[in-house]
Structure formats: structure tokens, C-alpha cells
């Protein structure tokens, strides 16, 4: 996912000036991807949250102690965010990936066996055993049912811990955050 | 796991010297984590140097505008090589832990399935070592340690 440009930074301007506009397009960038990843079948949403995750999390661990107390607690929440988002996306991408693996096993046991099988009428199953791979097939196949699980169970956590966020009034509080900071600086009571 | 240094920064300095400060703290902790990281045996390694390698990637898209331009095109592409190699190395790290740990919880009967995805992984680690290998190499060689400092020291250099 390409970041969106951030508009009007000045490079002899103030850090906190420029970080300011840094969080608040990348704290957009990560609320917009709701709630279109509350749908657990939105995997490149999802994937791109997490980018969105990782980039609003960076700016806040460098620039956080300018906006005061909450954008330190926000970098840990951000932080939280990403792990879980990213774990999503290890399920998501060995769950295809596992898939696969047991796929070739089986196409290659079948092959195997047709041609053990030679000019029979039929294949006899008891030619199973016989299979280069046929104590493999269950491991991968349990494997495949645990990352499933595991990805439905880390899914809602993600949607217990995004419903947490917003309660606690996340975004707002960080707009707020780095907007008291902004009225500081320009001598504001 | 890798935590980041924390820097010392001022709302109201300039962004140039924030720029300059940051990215040689950033790259300094990068080349840190580079003795060993093609030692298998020890995966934090190549995860530390790769959580650094993003962390500095970070920092020069955060501070991009404080760069001359065409020196931080190509050094932002070499940092993201090496992140990249870096990541390739790491996930069947990754992968061949959680499969030993998921392992573990298996019967017998279960468990030569995954011991036989475990040695696909390996082989794959194997892979993405000598291309991790290949990478520092180039990274050496084009100097991109050096470049780095020079970025940042252009940076500074430039504050009115």
C-alpha cells in the first residue's frame, strides 16, 4: 500500500509542525480502513491496515514526546494494533501456503500409486500404504484446521480490541493530543 | 527483540536537524545488529537487524523532504533491499518456530506431516541466507553505511 502524499511539510519548519500533519494524515489513513476490515474476508484490507498500523506507530515512536502523555500511550496502542494485524496476516498467508504443500504431497502420492497401480482394472486401496507421503497427510491436514481456527479466534480479538479503541475515544483523543500541542506553539493561552 | 534507542527531540527545532539526528541514530543501530545475522542458530539476530532495517526505512520516508533528492532515492532503494532480504531470511524463521511449538501439541501420528513442512521451510531459510548473504555483500560495497551519514550530514548542512 502506497502512503498518501502528506501536503504542505517544511523541512526548516518546527518538527513538531511537520509531525503533526504526518500523524494526522497516517491517523486517517489507519481509521479509513474501518469498517471495511470488519469484514474477515477482506484480506488485503486488512494487510494494508496493519502498513497503516506500522507507519502511524513509526512517525509517534520518533515524534511522540511532542504531543505529550497519550501520544505515548498511543504509540503502545498502535503497537498493539500492528502485532495483532500482523499475526492475522501470518495465518493468512500460511494457511493458502500449508494448503498448497499438502496439495503436491497429494498429487504426488497419486501419482505414485497409478503408477504402482500398473495395468490393474482398478486401484486397490491398500496401495495407500504404500504411498511415499501417507504418514504426512494428517499432520497437514490438522495443521490447516488450527490456522483456521487460529485466524477466526486472532480476527475477533482484532475486532474486540479495534470496538476497545474506539470507545476510549482512540482518534479523537490523539487529534486532540496533537492539536493542543499545535495552539501551544503558536502562543496560544 | 530490538528496542528502538530513544531520541531526544525538541517540538520546536528545525526538521532538518531532527532529520539528521534521528536517521544517524537509526542507522547506527542497523549496522548494530549486523554481526552474526547469518548465523541460523540464533533467529533474533536477523530479527533485531530487520525490525532496525524497517525502523530506518521509516524515518527516511517520514523525513524525505529534508534530503537532497536524488542521493536518498537510491539509498531508500538499498534500505529497502535490505529489508526486504532481511524479511526473506525471517519468515521461515518465523514459520519453523511456530511449527516446532505447534508440533509439540501433536500426536504421534500427526507429527511427520509437519516435520516434512518443517524441512521445506528449512530449505527455504537455506535460500534466503545466501541471498541475505549476497545483499550485505552489496550493501558493503556500495557503501550505503557511508551514504547513510552523508545524508544526514546534508541534512544539517542545509539548515538556514
New interface residues.
Given amino acids: 500500500m502506497k502512503?498518501r502524499r502528506v501536503k504542505g511539510?517544511?523541512?526548516?519548519?518546527?518538527?513538531?509542525?511537520?509531525a503533526e500533519r504526518?500523524v494526522r494524515v497516517r491517523l486517517d489513513e489507519l481509521c479509513g480502513f474501518m469498517p471495511a476490515a470488519a469484514d474477515p474476508d477482506e484480506v488485503v484490507a486488512l494487510h494494508d491496515m496493519r502498513i497503516a498500523a506500522?507507519?502511524l506507530r513509526?512517525?509517534l515512536?520518533?515524534?511522540g514526546?511532542?504531543f505529550g502523555p497519550y501520544a505515548q500511550k498511543a504509540t503502545k496502542m498502535v503497537k498493539n494494533l500492528q502485532d495483532l494485524l500482523g499475526e492475522i496476516h501470518?495465518c493468512d498467508?500460511?494457511i493458502p501456503e500449508?494448503a498448497a504443500?499438502?496439495a503436491q504431497?497429494q498429487a504426488d502420492d497419486a501419482a505414485a500409486l497409478r503408477a504402482a497401480a500398473g495395468d490393474a482394472d482398478d486401484l486397490d486401496p491398500a496401495l495407500l500404504k504404500q504411498a511415499p507421503?501417507a504418514?504426512?497427510?494428517?499432520?497437514?491436514?490438522?495443521?490447516q484446521t488450527?490456522l483456521r481456527a487460529r485466524r477466526l479466534l486472532l480476527f475477533d480479538r482484532f475486532l474486540e480490541l479495534w470496538g476497545d479503541y474506539e470507545r476510549k475515544g482512540f482518534r479523537a483523543r490523539l487529534e486532540y493530543a496533537v492539536a493542543e500541542?499545535s495552539g501551544a506553539?503558536i502562543g496560544a493561552p | 527483540m530490538a528496542k528502538a534507542q530513544d531520541i531526544d527531540v525538541e517540538p520546536s527545532e528545525p526538521f532538518r536537524l531532527a532529520a539528521a539526528r534521528v536517521v544517524r541514530v537509526r542507522t547506527a543501530e542497523l549496522f548494530e545488529y549486523g554481526d552474526g545475522v547469518l548465523d541460523t542458530r540464533d533467529i533474533e539476530r536477523v530479527h533485531d537487524m530487520r525490525v532496525a532495517s524497517r525502523r530506518l526505512r521509516a524515518v527516511l520516508e517520514i523525513f524525505a523532504p529534508c534530503f537532497p533528492p536524488s542521493e536518498y532515492k537510491g539509498i531508500l532503494r538499498d534500505v529497502k533491499q535490505l529489508a526486504d532480504a532481511l524479511g526473506e531470511r525471517r519468515d521461515p524463521d518465523v514459520h519453523i518456530d511456530a511449527l516446532q511449538d505447534f508440533s509439540r501439541a501433536l500426536s504421534a501420528a500427526n507429527k511427520p506431516g509437519v516435520a516434512r513442512l518443517i524441512d521445506e521451510q528449512r530449505a527455504r531459510q537455506t535460500r534466503g541466507n545466501e541471498a541475505l548473504a549476497a545483499t550485505l555483500e552489496r550493501v558493503h560495497e556500495r557503501g550505503l553505511h557511508e551514504r547513510l551519514l552523508a545524508l544526514a550530514e546534508a541534512a544539517e548542512a542545509a539548515v538556514a
Fill in positions: 502512503a511539510l517544511d523541512p526548516d519548519g518546527a518538527l513538531a509542525d511537520n504526518i506500522k507507519r513509526y512517525i515512536e520518533v515524534t514526546p511532542c501470518d498467508v500460511q500449508t504443500f499438502a504431497l507421503h504418514r504426512e497427510h494428517a499432520g497437514l491436514a490438522a495443521l488450527h500541542r506553539s
